[in-house]
């Protein structure tokens, strides 16, 4: 009888580690919102089938009384009350339960389900097979657009309206190829990505073709042109030596490859894929002026100044879920403030919901992080701990970028909550063994 529960157990386990594997390597990809729900519901199901036959509620109790649980209970009871102030409640309802009570459900299934399963999913391998399968892709697709710009594949016309050159051609793959879920979800994968390696490559745990996919990763990010990103993971990267200090040498490597990279962009006539405003204006305080003459960064400062403003005038009133709410019942603020939401993931939800939601929001990042960080510390050289490190430095690098757009959303958020729950539920091991 225990031979033939082990034997279910093993396969649900597998089931579960086959299935996180292909959801991580299908979400850079534009599977869809229905697809989504399904690999979802298939990992919730498989998840709780595996432990309601483990029949352990140590881990799971734990886990219902951790901060973590706490704040993200609140930001969907928050959510829940913001849909009944919404001018289209149905459409906010949609939102609700596609980006986030879904993906509550699945992160909590899945942290459960490795708190309280003797075998872990093997992370290491699903985020080697993930980016390997996402680079092929990428920049298999974009090789070929270089190569043949007759005859592209996978690309939108409007994008190849734009194309005078071949470096156009690079830095425009990521919005115009049809296959992947936007230059924005682009770097939100490699956040993750590049989190990985980073900790290897301060571990000085890197091999050759290991060395190559992050030096490919940093590459793929530069040709995003998402500067947000770029400056989050350079700082991540730049964080890693701190939790592991035994090698630096590999560390040196991609940062001077990096520089590399944006000298080679600059010389070659491309830095306006990089600097898009009037800089000097900006020193000088002129922020409409530059604003008049384009750029991202003077729109942005204009968009945070009135949004805020606007939300201080009633900082608790929550306005529904969904950033269509915004540009279709707030023309006057879209109109002052020149971009159609915050681009910010914490103003958006604290216009969403009032400033409580974004106050949720960052309680649950801070008690991830601080769960992540107090497992470290009890493991610091054990097998353990590069997983803590890496949630640590993707947490920095997922939200580092969320402060200058709002990619929490979709297949975006899905990967947060799908990665994140991984070490949460290894963190909660780790605190029940040694308290």
Same mark, same amino acid.
């Given at each position: ?11 649900? %386990? ?25 690999? %979802?519901? #298939? ?13 352990? !509620? ?32 149905? &459409? ?44 092929? @892709? =990428?920049? $298999? ?19 190849? /309206?734009?194309? !005078?050159?071949?470096?156009? *051609? ?11 879920? $936007? ?11 590049? @989190? ?35 400056? /989050? ?12 200090? %035994?090698? /630096? ?54 968009? =945070? ?23 279709? &019942?707030? /023309? ?19 216009? =969403? ?35 803590? *490190? ?12 969320? #402060? ?32």
């Amino acid at each position: 009888m225990d031979r033939v529960q082990t034997d279910t157990t093993n396969t649900c %386990s597998s089931a579960i580690q086959f299935l996180f594997t292909s959801y991580l390597a299908l979400l850079p990809f534009q599977i869809g919102p229905t697809a989504r729900y399904l690999l %979802s519901g #298939m990992l919730i199901i498989a998840a709780m089938k595996h432990i309601l036959e483990q029949g352990r !509620h140590v881990s799971t109790t734990q886990f219902l009384r951790s901060p973590v649980v706490i704040f993200l209970i609140a930001l969907n009871i928050l959510a829940i009350i913001s849909i009944s102030s919404s001018p289209e409640p149905r &459409y906010s309802m949609a939102v609700f339960f596609e980006d986030l009570f879904l993906n509550s459900i699945l992160f909590s299934s899945m942290a459960i389900f490795v708190a309280n399963s003797p075998q872990s999913i093997e992370w290491e391998k699903s985020i080697r097979i993930a980016n390997i399968l996402f680079l092929l @892709a =990428y920049l $298999g697709l974009m090789i070929q657009w270089i190569m043949f710009p007759n005859h592209p594949l996978c690309i939108r016309p409007e994008a190849i /309206a734009r194309i !005078h050159s071949r470096w156009d *051609a690079i830095f425009a793959f990521g919005n115009g190829c049809s296959l992947f879920h $936007g230059i924005k979800h682009t770097s939100m994968f490699l956040t993750l990505m590049l @989190a990985y390696w980073a900790v290897w490559a301060t571990r000085g745990m890197l091999s050759i073709t290991g060395m190559a996919i992050f030096l490919l990763d940093l590459f793929t990010l530069l040709t995003t042109t998402r500067r947000a990103a770029c400056l /989050a993971v350079f700082s991540g990267i730049c964080l890693a030596p701190l939790l592991f200090k %035994s090698s /630096a040498r590999y560390l040196k490597v991609a940062i001077a490859f990096l520089a590399v990279l944006v000298l080679v962009f600059v010389v070659s006539g491309n830095s306006e894929h990089f600097i898009r405003e009037n800089w000097q204006l900006l020193m000088k305080g002129e922020v409409q002026k530059a604003k008049d003459l384009g750029g991202s960064i003077p729109l942005r400062i204009s968009t =945070y100044k009135v949004f805020t403003k606007q939300i201080l005038k009633e900082p608790f009133k929550p306005h529904g879920l969904g950033r269509k709410l915004i540009k279709e &019942y707030q /023309a006057e603020l879209v109109k002052k403030a020149g971009l159609l939401h915050g681009h910010n993931t914490f103003l958006n939800f604290a216009f =969403y919901m009032g400033v409580q939601g974004s106050l949720a929001l960052l309680g649950l990042i801070l008690s991830q992080a601080w769960l992540f960080w107090t497992a470290w510390k009890k493991t610091p050289h054990g097998n353990e701990a590069p997983l803590m *490190a890496v949630g640590l430095i993707f947490i920095f690098m997922f939200w580092g970028t969320n #402060m200058f757009t709002d990619g929490f959303r979709h297949g975006s958020a899905t990967m947060y909550w799908l990665f994140t729950a991984i070490p949460t539920g290894i963190a909660l091991k780790i605190n029940r063994s040694r308290p």
